[in-house]
């Protein structure tokens, strides 16, 4: 179970302020680290406390973002060296507790160089810092043996058409990509680089806005055989898709990768980054991941946060036990319901008409527009639909939970 899951503790929204979000909770936990004047010293108490927090918890992977480990510098040499000096820190601390690294990221959004994009940024020389920050962050995520390294674009997208130039800011992020890939080969990464998708942040718009868009991206850019997606449940209803939606496009465009777990107030649309807490829903997710043949490198990483009023450290063990509990019952159910061939082959058999020899040959490209028309003018008959079932599809769900 353990293995199948690849749970990750995210370093994130358990142990930095985060600055953007309203919903943080920050300044509410007793966060020892927050009184030491050297960031550096900080730094290290909040790695004493993490690997104590995720050693506690027993969740095998954890991911961070540079500046969640590491304090940006005073120059853009300061905050290199600040990083490297903590992938010595953190490389110990894995070593003592046996915790890997399941992806490294950069958080080139939130310093205010970054507001009008990353590698999208209508200045070449933030796009250059951008291109320093992400090059640390591969190489910090291979020293401490990482699997993957993830791209959020927090900040690639625009607040306003009126002073952007879309063809320039995708053909910035193109090439940025590209060498992203070409130095993920050079230093031998084992697994994935992946992006995650969001639609907004709240910025008008994000160039990743879901699974489909970022395909779309890749093919332009020569990509998609190179890329993956990590997927986050939030913002694929942030986008207006379920979280299987995005799981399921992802497996038919081979691009699944890895997901971040969470999910969002269906009421007040933002990206809250709640824990999980709804079976049958999981249980949906985890059936996809399976049906896709499950992670290779990828896992489950907690991108989630207990609410502002969870004040307590003991809040974060309710957080994390209570949604690995839900992962867990969740990938049980999705196992049984493929175990059990629930839906048999509802599925195939709704397609089955394509195996006729003559709808393989029109898939094929041997018959035009006319053919097949003329054909069924010659056949002169109507077809009625069949069932969809739906209704009892979900209660087989529902039956397995
Ligand atoms: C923000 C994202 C971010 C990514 C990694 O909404 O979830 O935390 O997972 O940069
Ligand atoms: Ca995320
Ligand atoms: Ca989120």
Redesign the pocket.
């Known amino acids: 179970m353990k293995e199948q899951l690849r749970m990750a503790v995210c370093y994130w929204h358990n142990f930095c302020w985060n600055g953007f979000d309203p919903f943080s909770h920050s300044g509410t936990l007793q966060r020892p680290w927050f009184d030491i004047a050297d960031p550096m010293q900080a730094a290290k108490a909040k790695a004493d406390a993490a690997f104590e927090f995720m050693s506690k918890l027993g969740l095998p992977y954890y991911c961070f973002h540079d500046r969640d480990v590491a304090p940006e510098g005073l120059t853009p040499k300061d905050s290199a060296n600040n990083l490297k000096a903590m992938v010595d820190v953190l490389g110990q601390k894995q070593a003592d507790t046996g915790i890997e690294l399941l992806w490294g990221t950069a958080n080139a959004f939130s310093h205010r160089r970054f507001m009008s994009g990353a590698s999208t940024n209508p200045n070449p020389e933030i796009f250059s810092l951008a291109a320093l920050q992400v090059r640390e962050a591969m190489n910090a995520t291979k020293a401490l043996g990482g699997y993957n390294y993830v791209l959020?674009g927090g900040r690639e997208g625009y607040e306003t058409l009126l002073n952007t130039d879309l063809r320039k800011e995708n053909a910035q992020y193109g090439r940025f990509l590209n060498m992203v890939v070409e130095h993920k080969y050079k230093i031998g990464l084992p697994g994935h680089i992946l992006i995650?998708p969001k639609p907004r942040e709240p910025s008008k718009h994000q160039y990743d806005f879901d699974v489909a868009t970022v395909y779309g991206f890749l093919v332009q850019w020569g990509l998609e055989k190179e890329v993956k997606v990590n997927i986050?449940a939030n913002?694929a209803t942030l986008a207006g898709h379920s979280f299987e939606h995005e799981i399921a496009t992802a497996n038919s465009l081979g691009l699944f990768g890895s997901i971040?777990m969470n999910r969002g107030d269906m009421q007040c649309g933002w990206d809250t980054d709640q824990f999980p807490n709804n079976i049958p829903e999981t249980a949906v997710a985890m059936y996809y991941i399976l049906q896709g043949g499950g992670y290779s490198f990828g896992g489950t990483n907690f991108?989630a946060k207990a609410r502002r009023q969870s004040l307590d450290a003991e809040d974060m063990f309710h957080a994390h036990i209570g949604g690995i509990d839900v992962c867990a019952r969740g990938l049980l159910i999705a196992e049984q319901l493929i175990k059990e061939d629930k839906w048999g082959d509802f599925v195939e058999q709704r397609y089955a008409g394509w195996k006729n020899p003559y709808y393989q040959e029109v898939l094929a490209g041997k018959h035009s527009l006319d053919s097949v028309a003329e054909r069924t003018l010659a056949a002169n008959q109507d077809v009625m639909p069949s069932s969809g079932r739906q209704e009892y599809l979900e209660n087989l769900i529902n039956q397995a939970c």
């Open positions: 959020w995650e986050e913002h971040d991108d």
